[in-house]
């Protein structure tokens, strides 16, 4: 089964230029969700965000034949947590093993009509209509928090809620003394999201023989800040958050439905 992963420069009203990377799409919804609304120069939305054709600086589609996460980049690491900058480049030059570009296969031109930006629902409803996260958000801005801060303790918080679902739903004990087993050490401090996540992987490889991506350093650094610290994360940063979380969904997707 292949793996397409979609990487794009967007040019924001300031004009900055920001890159993103959304992996582990699969044929169809490259085609449904990507090619053909960019075709007709339609918004559409992927890895959690909106993108109108007529902003895209850059747009490049790779293949490979393994999940994003079991890559290699050429320092030898995966390319989880990694700048989306660096991924694309080696993607390029074709440095990582069994990743090519196939863009072309899918987009042949560019959109083919210039047409006036829509504003988003949200913009165009009165202050009274509008969901109560934006003006939860609107409330909260003198705090500096953005969008990417929203998006990425969504993300984060989404993590925790899905292990916590699908191990109830397959039986696997996530309580300190069942972690503290799975772990083979003494948890002195309360029991934190780390040790479950890995207790959780150890099980899940055990009694289903999935593997599920490596929560790296970084993204643990990132969940400390942004849950508990108020770091308001950079689009680049908070882009590696929810392309993390997309691809550990896909894998409790497929733990839940198996039996």
């Known amino acids: 089964m292949p793996y397409y992963h979609v990487y794009i420069i967007y040019k924001d009203e300031k004009r900055v230029r920001t890159p993103s990377l959304t992996y582990n799409l699969t044929d169809q919804?490259?085609?449904?969700?990507?090619?053909?609304?960019f075709a007709k120069n339609k918004s559409f939305i992927v890895g959690g965000k909106v993108y109108q054709p007529s902003r895209i600086d850059e747009i490049a589609i790779f293949i490979s034949d393994n999940d994003f996460e079991k890559l290699v980049l050429p320092d030898g690491e995966s390319p989880l947590g990694h700048d989306v900058n660096?991924?694309?480049?080696?993607?390029?030059?074709?440095?990582?093993?069994g990743v090519d570009v196939c863009t072309d296969y899918f987009i042949t031109s560019p959109p083919a009509e210039k047409e006036e930006e829509?504003?988003?629902?949200?913009?165009?409803?009165?202050?009274?209509?509008?969901?109560?996260?934006?003006?939860?958000?609107?409330?909260?801005?003198?705090?500096?928090?953005?969008?990417?801060?929203?998006?990425?303790?969504?993300?984060?918080?989404?993590?925790?809620?899905?292990?916590?679902?699908?191990s109830k739903?397959?039986?696997?004990?996530?309580?300190?003394?069942?972690?503290?087993?799975?772990?083979?050490?003494?948890?002195?401090?309360a029991l934190s999201f780390n040790d479950q996540y890995e207790a959780f992987s150890r099980q899940v490889k055990d009694a289903f023989n999935i593997e599920m991506p490596i929560l790296t350093g970084h993204l643990r650094k990132m969940r400390a800040k942004v849950l508990?610290?108020?770091y308001n994360p950079k689009p680049e940063e908070a882009e590696p958050i929810v392309s993390f979380t997309i691809g550990l969904l896909q894998k409790l997707k497929r733990i839940s439905e198996t039996t």
Not at 29 to 37: F, K, L, M, N, Q
Not at 86 to 97: D, L, Q
Not at 119 to 126: A, D, F, G, M
Not at 132 to 157: K, R, Y
Request: a positive charge; charged letters at 30%; hydrophobic letters at 40%.
């Open 29 to 37: 919804s490259i085609r449904e969700r990507i090619a053909t609304p």
């Open 86 to 97: 660096y991924i694309a480049n080696c993607f390029f030059r074709k440095v990582v093993k």
């Open 118 to 166: 829509r504003k988003t629902v949200t913009e165009q409803l009165p202050q009274k209509e509008k969901p109560s996260e934006v003006t939860v958000m609107e409330s909260a801005s003198f705090l500096g928090l953005d969008i990417n801060w929203l998006l990425a303790t969504s993300a984060l918080q989404l993590q925790e809620v899905a292990i916590t679902l699908v």
């Open 169 to 189: 739903r397959k039986g696997i004990a996530l309580d300190k003394t069942n972690v503290e087993k799975v772990l083979n050490k003494e948890i002195e401090n």
């Open 228 to 230: 508990h610290e108020g």
